[in-house]
């Protein structure tokens, strides 16, 4: 048996497999990203302001924390599986955040496929006197993901 210096061995892989392949790989890196978390409906008082939150996130992580003030004492579990604990609140009344700036505040990544969708729960404590406390629950219904420009803050 002669063997022939210019003949070239490829492998055949059928072409369904390659295609399934590259449809994987597209759509995992497509779904991989990050949103900033934008909360609606609080239904704040005008006088009231968030001095704490407990927060939950499914299928996510956190990618940053921005603007966060001095005064704050804040604790995060970014959990590997996709689930995420996010807990904080303020030292001193003066760092007690208005809605705006809670609007800024929380940038996640999306660790989940396009089926499994960040999702968020948990509650926000609002006052206006320091005195007495608001617990806000929030669902599906009190936020939204706007999807975030990597290069900049928000």
């Known amino acids: 048996m002669t063997i022939s210096k210019n003949k070239r061995v490829s492998p055949k892989v059928p072409v369904s497999v390659l295609s399934a392949l590259f449809f994987l790989l597209a759509t995992s890196f497509a779904w991989s990203a990050e949103y900033r978390v934008v909360f609606r409906n609080l239904d704040l ?14 299928t996510a992580s956190i990618s940053a924390m921005n603007r966060v003030p001095a005064g704050w004492h804040i604790e995060l579990e970014n959990d ?75």
Do not use: M, N, W
């Not at 005008?46 to 499914?58: H, I, N, P, W």
């Not at 996709?82 to 990544?109: H, M, N, T, W, Y």
């Open 45 to 58: 008082l005008k006088s009231e302001r968030v001095v704490g939150f407990d927060l939950t996130f499914k």
């Open 80 to 154: 590997p599986s996709g689930i995420v604990k996010l807990k904080g609140g303020i030292i001193v009344g003066a760092a007690a955040l208005s809605e705006k700036d809670l609007q800024r505040l929380i940038k996640i990544r999306s660790t989940g496929s396009r089926a499994d969708a960040p999702d968020l729960h948990g509650d926000i404590v609002v006052t206006s006197d320091f005195a007495h406390e608001r617990h806000l629950l929030i669902d599906s219904k009190k936020y939204r993901l706007l999807k975030a420009d990597i290069h900049r803050q928000p």
